[in-house]
């Protein structure tokens, strides 16, 4: 425990407490570290749907006052694509802007047409300005070859290709690697943005890490985005933990959040 060591001082530990208290992430680490003590998961329960229903508000026509940014998450399905816009302010307070489901084949390109003027769009701002959307991550899991297409064209826009992958994986890669026909694909540590996620959807203040949902988010919305509960397996002796959905859930608002917060 840190806080007999000779080498720093109560008046730095508090400072560092207090910034890590910020962020679910981070105090799990001073906890580890500095206070020497166990972790307790947090995610391994599963967030009460009524709950998050009960704590929507209006947003208005504009982005709240707290918004400093747009990044937007995107999961290709056989049959449409999703597409979440959030709003990110300080300390990773954020807002769910807007949710859209385009339907139509993947394959075709009147789809992602409309895709791209969703990601085109600016939001007015509460002081005046326009946002725009400034990154935006696509899974690359299905209809890979049209994903590739439409991100390399729009690279310059930070439109990225994405695999999401489980384990202890960083949010975001040092470095590309390379996808299918050479382009540039960005592998995401899903498991870290899940993390994130529950922890912070546990935060029931308005402030730092705060998570704010707009009125239209209905309880088929809140069901997705807690559709995956943490569970440990062992194998070999080693304990595993991992996400998993529950049997016949759909998670597209729990993917799309995740490729947004990557995007963050």
């Not at 504009?62 to 816009?85: F, H, K, M, S």
């Not at 960005?186 to 308005?206: Q, S, T």
């Amino acid at each position: 425990n840190a806080l007999y060591s000779p080498w720093t001082t109560w008046s730095k530990l508090a400072n560092a407490f207090v910034r890590a208290a910020k962020s679910p992430e981070r105090l799990r680490v001073f906890v580890n570290t500095i206070l020497a003590e166990t972790w307790e998961d947090s995610a391994a329960e599963k967030v009460d749907v009524e709950g998050l229903l009960s704590r929507r508000e209006p947003l208005g026509a504009n982005l709240p006052a707290g918004v400093g940014l747009l990044t937007a998450g995107v999961d290709v399905q056989a049959d449409r694509l999703e597409c979440g816009i959030y709003g990110w302010g300080r300390d990773e307070e954020c807002w769910n802007i807007a949710h859209h489901i385009i339907r139509g084949d993947p394959t075709r390109p009147d789809v992602w047409s409309d895709l791209d003027k969703i990601l085109s769009g600016e939001y007015r701002h509460e002081y005046g300005m326009k946002l725009p959307i400034s990154a935006t991550c696509i899974d690359s899991g299905y209809a890979t070859g049209n994903v590739y297409q439409f991100c390399r064209d729009r690279f310059r826009r930070r439109v990225y290709a994405i695999k999401g992958q489980s384990g202890r994986h960083p949010v975001w890669p040092r470095k590309a690697s390379r996808g299918k026909d050479k382009n540039l694909l960005f592998m995401v540590g899903v498991d870290p943005c899940k993390d994130w996620i529950a922890a912070h959807l546990r935060i029931e203040e308005p402030g730092p890490g705060y998570i704010h949902f707009p009125l239209s988010a209905d309880q088929t919305f809140f069901e997705q985005l807690t559709s995956e509960t943490v569970r440990i397996r062992y194998s070999k002796g080693y304990a595993i933990r991992e996400w998993c959905k529950q049997p016949g859930a759909r998670n597209e608002v729990l993917d799309v959040t995740c490729y947004a917060y990557a995007a963050l």
